[in-house]
């Protein structure tokens, strides 16, 4: 399974992004899809996550209401659409890939990543 993420960049504190993630590999449709992100000088945290039909969503508290992630099964494709970006919200953002009914908010249950994408959100 390879992860190829895309869609970082600069951007001014309230505005958008949207970032996106092409996975490759035959489970790609029956699991898990999350992206976490990774701070200067941070541990890498949890963001958001999509079960398998895009049903159920799951984010962090410091991301719920301006954040939303969504999927394409037909494309492999998993998107984050990040609004009213903070500029603690400046970090490498990185998608992964579970087995579905793994805990969604561990990094530990993700033994595919991709490579990550930066966003920096300037003052």
């Known amino acids: 399974v390879q992860l190829q993420a895309s869609g970082g960049g600069l951007v001014q504190a309230g505005g958008s992004l949207r970032l996106s993630c092409t996975v490759s590999?035959?489970?790609?449709?029956?699991?898990?899809l999350a992206w976490f992100r990774q701070g200067p000088g941070k541990e890498r945290e949890f963001v958001a996550a999509?079960?398998?039909?895009?049903?159920?969503?799951y984010y962090s508290d410091s991301v719920k209401g301006r954040f939303a992630i969504s999927r394409d099964n037909a494309k492999n494709t998993v998107d984050l659409q990040m609004n009213s970006l903070k500029p603690e919200d400046t970090a490498v953002y990185l998608c992964?890939?579970?087995?579905?009914?793994?805990?969604?908010?561990?990094?530990?249950?993700?033994?595919?990543w991709g490579q990550g994408t930066q966003v920096t959100v300037s003052s």
């Open positions: 590999g035959r489970i790609f449709s029956t699991g898990l």
């Open positions: 992964a890939q579970a087995a579905y009914g793994s805990i969604y908010y561990s990094r530990g249950s993700y033994p595919y």
């Open positions: 999509i079960s398998p039909s895009g049903t159920d969503t």
